[in-house]
């Protein structure tokens, strides 16, 4: 699929839509949910144009990629929700039957309650 460069993730990340943020470097922005799911809900995103986790794995710098999934544990720290705060979940949807809606990379992060069922 071909990223999609005015999703409104893009857009938030060309500072044309304001989002609550939590954490930024030069790799990755994280911010709260417009919509939350749970008490905690934030979502990661890199600041590189990837559309979902395969085409991130595929075409990404390791150095992206580390540096990713090194800030959503630093975000689930950030807002007390790590291993030693009870917990968290995480999820990434990828595509049509993931239920992905925005097409650029993002990872949730729910916290702050029992999440409940993997999946419904
Ligand atoms: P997904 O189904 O994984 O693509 O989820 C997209 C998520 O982005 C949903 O949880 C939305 O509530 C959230 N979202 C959409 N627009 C915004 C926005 N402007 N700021 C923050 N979160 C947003």
Redesign the pocket.
């Known amino acids: 699929m071909e990223y999609d460069k005015n999703n409104?993730?893009a857009?938030?990340l060309k500072g044309e839509?304001?989002?609550?943020k939590i954490y930024e470097n030069d790799y990755v922005l994280s911010?709260?949910?417009?919509?939350?799911?749970k008490k905690i809900?934030a979502?990661v995103i890199p600041k590189g144009q990837y559309t979902d986790l395969d085409d991130f794995v595929q075409n990404a710098k390791e150095k992206e990629i580390y540096e990713f999934f090194k800030a959503i544990s630093h975000v689930a720290k950030m807002l007390k929700v790590s291993n030693v705060d009870g917990g968290y979940r995480t999820?990434?949807?990828i595509a049509n039957n993931?239920?992905?809606?925005?097409?650029h990379l993002?990872f949730?992060i729910f916290g702050g309650e029992k999440i409940g069922k993997m999946v419904s």
Do not use: A
């Open positions: 409104i993730f857009k938030i839509i304001p989002c609550k911010f709260h949910d417009v919509n939350p799911q809900h979502l999820l990434s949807n993931g239920g992905q809606e925005v097409p993002h949730h």
